[in-house]
């Protein structure tokens, strides 16, 4: 099993900025392909960013793109979303979830291809 644990999450105020950090561990924990999803209230889950396992290639939604940084310490087995101009429109909770059979440079955007996620972290940005 893989378990994964997001924090960093709270409340900010438009313009500001926040690091999520994802977590990750278990006795079948591989590297792998992570992402960064999200689901506001009353919205279906979208995504956000991923990054590929060497951490060579991301990409992101285009919500996310000049705002949004994805980042991983393999080492640390440690994935993070640095977001920065949040704006009030970034309220969701936010999950990371990992693809582990997914070639070392490969992405993917879409939900069904992750294995296994987080419980999420909340993001709320209100002034």
């Known amino acids: 099993q893989v378990q994964l644990i997001e924090s960093g999450g709270g409340l900010v105020q438009p313009g500001g900025s926040l690091r999520l950090s994802c977590a990750a561990s278990?006795?079948?924990?591989?590297?792998?392909?992570m992402a960064w999803f999200r689901q506001a209230p009353g919205k279906e889950r979208e995504f956000v960013a991923a990054?590929?396992?060497?951490?060579?290639?991301?990409y992101y939604a285009d919500s996310a793109k000049g705002r949004f940084t994805i980042s991983r310490d393999n080492a640390l087995k440690t994935m993070y979303l640095q977001m920065s101009s949040l704006e009030p429109e970034d309220t969701a909770v936010y999950y990371c979830?990992?693809?582990?059979?997914?070639?070392?440079?490969?992405?993917?955007?879409?939900?069904?291809?992750?294995?296994?996620w987080g419980r999420g972290t909340q993001v709320t940005v209100s002034s």
């Open positions: 979830a990992i693809d582990q059979a997914l070639p070392p440079n490969f992405i993917t955007t879409q939900a069904v291809r992750y294995e296994y």
């Open positions: 278990g006795r079948t924990f591989s590297p792998g392909a």
């Open positions: 990054i590929s396992r060497s951490g060579g290639n991301t």
